[in-house]
């Protein structure tokens, strides 16, 4: 499975920094305010992000030649992880329903 690592786009390490700049707010009130403002417009933005990620990978997995561990490799995710994204799931592991068991299995 790829390792996790820091963020290489630019737009990434901007938007972490942005948030790291957040803890350094040096009023208390200020740093607090601003933390629950962002806090509080994390939720909507996520599933928009989320989506937006789906149908991205949707579209590599449709390019030519492309596999989950193609695209996988590119986003630095397991062809697992991959996979759950391509088909919208948005859970944890822990989460999920197991498959059933027959007599034999």
Request: aromatic share 2%; no cysteine.
């Amino acid at each position: 499975m790829p390792q996790k690592s820091a963020p290489t786009t630019p737009e990434a390490i901007k938007a972490l920094e942005a948030l790291s700049a957040l803890l350094e707010i040096p009023d208390l009130h200020h740093r607090a305010r601003a933390l629950t403002e962002v806090i509080r417009a994390l939720p909507p933005r996520q599933r928009s992000l989320s989506d937006r990620r789906q149908a991205d990978v949707r579209r590599m997995l449709a390019e030519p030649r492309a596999s989950l561990r193609s695209v996988g490799a590119l986003l630095s995710l397991s062809f697992s992880t991959v996979q759950d994204i391509a088909n919208g799931y948005r859970g944890s592991g822990a989460d999920r329903a197991r498959a059933k068991r027959t007599a034999q299995g």
